[in-house]
Every structure is written in C-alpha cells, then in structure tokens.
C-alpha cells in the first residue's frame, strides 16, 4: 500500500488524471502487502513519471539499431565519446551530457554494448526526459558508460526477497550452468514494461519465458538447471534525484529511502542500497 501525508481527496484527485501506465504503476503498488512511504504526493509523482520514462526508453532502445556486445567488441560514437581500452565509453570533454545520451537513440546504428549498460544508459535517458536538458546536464557530468558503473546521483537500489516488481524496475535472469565459452550468456538484465513484458538489450521484448528459453539455448551440454528471474528488483534512489533537481545540485547527502518497514535490513555500499525484506 501507498502511505502519504496528504488527504485522500488530494490523493484520488491525482490519480485520476495520471497518464496510463503511471496509474497502473500507482494502483499495483496500492494493492501490494508491502508499504510504501512517501514524504509527499509530489515525491510520489516524481517516481511514477521516472518509471514511466524508463519503460519509454526501453523501448526506444530496442528500436534503435544499436546492437549487443561484449566488452571487448563494444563500440561507440566518437563524437560524444572515448572508447576505454576495457571496452566502456567515456563522455568527451566540452560536451553535454544530454547530447552524448541522445546520440545513442539517435544514432544507434554507431553504438553496440552489453545488457548491463544498456539499462544504465535507458536510466539516464529516461531521467533526462523527465527533468530536461538544462537540469541534467548541471547535475550529470563526465559520464562513463561501462556495465553498471553509474554516477552516484543514480544511487541504485536492489530490494531482495519482495516477490514483486513494477514497470521501470531492473531485473535478472540467471543462467546458472552456462557454457564457458558463451559467458555473455550467464544472464540477461532486463527492464520491466507494463503487463508482463521485458526488455533485454540483444533478446528483445517478450515475457520472461522468452528470456529464460534464449539463456538456455546456451547451457552446458547435459545441464539439468534452467535459467530463472532472481527474487530482486533494482531501481534508482527517486527521493535523492528529486532532491538535487528542486536545489539545483547533487545532494551532500543521501535522503532517506521511500520503502520503510519493520523488520527491513538495509545496507549501503558506496552508490548502491541494498533492502532485504
């Protein structure tokens, strides 16, 4: 359920102009058993706009043509970026942020890169759709694009053991008895669309079974394990990122997490928050 500060007259009134998929993000966490607090309906809103933007970026990607790699094949514009030697890209001085992103929608054709780069990069495009230009470029410099390596003012957070996901959270199918020598293969990060739909950068969209049938196309011969979708669902800190858009810069702080409970163990490691329920 959904725990706000402002009456339930304010709250209705909201949700009933709120686009689509956002409703449908806010009435299935409205009926969900676990909590969720927010400061504000502001701050609610924030993240159903966010999430909804990560579907939307999501799907661009798949229809962009930028392709799947690994590391050592990856490839990108040099324009809007540098190409490390480990295969990340790295954004060029005396550019903006926000053209460097774009640039990989709008030229996909130049760019290929793995799964895991490819949902830092539907973040960032999905957060500079919802906050513009300007504000992204103040708050995001100096990116590096290379698996999960994101700036900190993502401060991505996994929830463990919660059962459930909704559309713009991130999550991951194991392939436990992967083949060696197709080691790409020992899992796909994929974004949650609406309904039961994913995207996997380099799979495609479809449902979870579409994803779990390709990783076991690439299992040891004689593997009797099948692949599966991990009980763990990540997205971005929604409070921290709204936070540093009404300041106007990245906070000196990380503010407190939406989801709190009793019973909750929650640790933090540099730029990612861990939540076991």
């Known amino acids: 359920m959904i725990v706000l500060p402002e009456s339930s ?10 686009p689509p998929l956002e409703r449908e993000i806010y009435e299935r966490k409205q009926s969900s058993p676990n909590a969720f607090h927010y400061p504000s309906l502001a701050a609610l809103r924030f993240e159903l706009k966010v999430r909804a933007a990560i579907v939307e970026a999501a799907v ?12 050592k094949e990856s490839r990108c514009s040099d324009v809007y970026w540098t190409r490390t ?14 053209e460097a992103i774009r640039d ?26 919802t906050i513009g230009d300007e504000a992204f470029d103040r708050l995001f410099r100096f990116l590096f694009l290379m698996s999960w390596h994101h700036d900190s003012l993502l401060h991505l957070i996994t929830v463990y053991g919660k059962g459930e996901a909704y559309p713009g959270d991130i999550q991951y199918v194991k392939n436990p008895q992967v083949d ?7 899992g796909e990060n994929i974004v949650k669309l609406a309904g039961n739909r994913y995207f996997g950068h380099g799979v495609g969209i479809g449902d979870v ?4 049938k390709k990783l076991n196309r690439h299992r040891l011969p004689g593997s009797t394990v099948s692949a599966y979708l991990l009980d763990e669902a990540t997205y971005p800190n929604f409070f921290a990122l709204l936070d540093a858009v009404g300041s106007g810069r990245p906070p000196s702080f990380l503010p407190p997490l939406f989801m709190q409970s009793p019973g909750q163990i929650v640790s933090r490691i540099g730029t990612r928050t861990a939540i076991y329920l």
């Not at 007259?9 to 709120?18: E, H, T």
């Open 9 to 18: 007259f304010s709250v209705n009134a909201a949700v009933q102009m709120l």
């Open 60 to 71: 661009q990607l798949q229809r962009s043509d930028a392709e799947f790699e690994s590391f």
């Open 85 to 98: 030697e480990g295969g990340g890209f790295r954004q060029r001085p005396g550019v903006h942020a926000s």
């Open 104 to 129: 990989i929608y709008v030229n996909g054709k130049d760019y290929a890169f793995e799964c895991a780069t490819a949902v830092i990069i539907v973040l960032y495009k999905a957060v500079l759709e």
């Open 180 to 186: 060696p020598k197709k080691i790409e293969w020992q």
């Open 209 to 212: 079974d579409m994803f779990i």
